[in-house]
């Protein structure tokens, strides 16, 4: 299964219409923790049927790509 290291909101759109087409994904994160008491989200990994996508959060500048893929609820996560 190939993977993808997806650190642009314009790859993170060009992903979005193949995950939204996934009946079901899996979801794994990483956080920052250092010099901080609250985590921040740097890592997610979404997998499909077909790809592995590794998404570094931190350089992503529209959150909202990822609301659109985590809060669909035809796709079972």
């Keep these: 299964?190939?993977?993808f290291l997806v650190n642009t909101d314009k790859?993170?759109?060009n992903i979005i219409p193949e995950i939204k087409s996934s009946s079901i994904?899996?979801?794994d994160t990483e956080f920052i923790r250092?010099?901080?008491?609250f985590p921040?989200?740097?890592?997610l990994q979404i997998a499909?049927?077909?790809y592995n996508y590794c998404i570094d959060v931190i350089n992503i500048t529209d959150k909202n790509l990822?609301?659109?893929i985590l809060l669909d609820?035809?796709?079972i996560k």
């Design 48 to 50: 499909t049927t077909n």
């Design 34 to 37: 250092e010099s901080t008491y």
């Design 40 to 43: 921040k989200l740097a890592l």
């Design 25 to 27: 994904i899996g979801l």
């Design 73 to 75: 609820n035809q796709v």
């Design 11 to 13: 790859k993170l759109q």
């Design 1 to 3: 299964m190939p993977n």
């Design 66 to 68: 990822l609301s659109d």
